[in-house]
C-alpha cells in the first residue's frame, strides 16, 4: 500500500529536550516536505527537499533541522524544543516534476512544556 | 514575503447550495495551485489542482477557476452534501522554487 508513515503520532517533551520526528514513503518520490499546522494559521511550511541530499527552507524552518541520507526517509529534529513549536506536524511527498499532489502523513501532535 | 489570503474562513451553506471559497496570491509567477480537504481529524487530501496556463478546471461537483490578471483563484463546491464538511486549503506553488504558500483554510459547513 502506497503510503506515508510518521513516527511518533503523538509526543509530550520538555523544553530543550532534542527530538526526531520521523517519516518514511514507499513511493519513490523525490520531493519530501514537513509543514506545521496551527488554529487560525493554516498549514505552514518549514523545510522541504527535492532529492537526496537536496533540502531547502520552507517558510518557517527556524528552530528546526532536517536531513535526506536516503529518499525514502526525511526526519525533522528539534535539538533544543521550545514550547512555541507546540503544534501538529505533517510530512508529505510527491512526485518532482509533476502531478504535483502531495500525500500526507497521519500527523504527528507534538507538545512542548 | 509571499501570501495566500483566503476568505470565508467559515462558511455555512445549506444541503444542495454552492460553496465559493476565494484564494488571492501575491507572486505573480506561481504556477500550480492545488486545493486541499481536511476532514477532522484526518490529514490533508488534494481534491482538484490547476496550473497557470488553465483557465478553468472541473471534477463533478467540484470546479476551480484562476484568474492570473487578479492573482486570485477560486473553489466551487455545487450541490453540497454533508459529507463535503471539511476544512478547506489552497496553496500556490512559488515559481522557481518547490515552496509551498497554503492559505490559512477555510471551515465549511453543510448544514442538513
Known amino acids: 500500500e502506497a503510503q506515508v508513515t510518521q513516527n511518533p503520532r503523538y509526543l509530550i517533551t520538555v523544553t530543550g529536550k532534542k527530538l526526531t520526528v520521523t517519516c518514511s514513503q514507499n513511493?519513490?518520490?523525490?520531493?519530501m516536505s514537513w509543514y506545521r499546522q496551527d488554529p487560525g494559521l493554516g498549514l505552514r511550511q518549514i523545510y522541504y527537499?527535492?532529492?537526496?541530499?537536496?533540502?531547502d527552507k520552507g517558510d518557517v524552518p527556524e528552530g528546526y533541522k532536517v536531513s535526506r541520507k536516503e529518499k525514502r526517509n526525511f526526519p525533522l529534529i528539534l535539538e533544543s524544543p521550545s514550547p512555541n513549536q507546540t503544534s501538529l506536524y505533517f510530512c508529505?511527498?510527491?512526485?518532482?516534476?509533476?502531478?504535483?499532489?502531495?500525500?500526507f502523513g497521519p500527523g504527528t501532535r507534538l507538545t512542548v512544556t | 514575503g509571499e501570501n495566500v489570503e483566503q476568505h470565508p474562513s467559515t462558511l455555512s451553506v445549506q444541503e444542495g447550495d454552492s460553496a465559493v471559497i476565494k484564494c488571492t496570491y501575491s507572486?505573480?509567477?506561481?504556477?500550480?495551485f492545488p486545493w486541499y480537504k481536511q476532514e477532522l481529524g484526518k490529514r490533508p487530501q488534494l481534491i482538484i489542482d490547476?496550473?497557470?496556463?488553465?483557465g478553468e478546471k472541473k471534477d463533478q461537483r467540484i470546479a476551480v477557476t484562476l484568474n492570473k490578471t487578479a492573482k486570485h483563484f477560486s473553489l466551487h463546491i455545487t450541490e453540497t452534501q454533508p459529507e463535503d464538511s471539511a476544512v478547506y486549503f489552497c496553496?500556490?506553488?512559488?515559481?522557481?522554487?518547490?515552496?509551498?504558500?497554503f492559505g490559512t483554510g477555510t471551515r465549511l459547513k453543510v448544514l442538513a
Open positions: 508529505a511527498s510527491s512526485i518532482l516534476q509533476g502531478p504535483y499532489e502531495q500525500y
Open positions: 513511493m519513490n518520490h523525490e520531493y
Open positions: 507572486d505573480s509567477a506561481s504556477n500550480y
Open positions: 527537499s527535492m532529492n537526496v541530499e537536496v533540502t
Open positions: 496553496a500556490a506553488l512559488l515559481s522557481g522554487t518547490y515552496k509551498y504558500i
Open positions: 490547476i496550473r497557470s496556463n488553465v
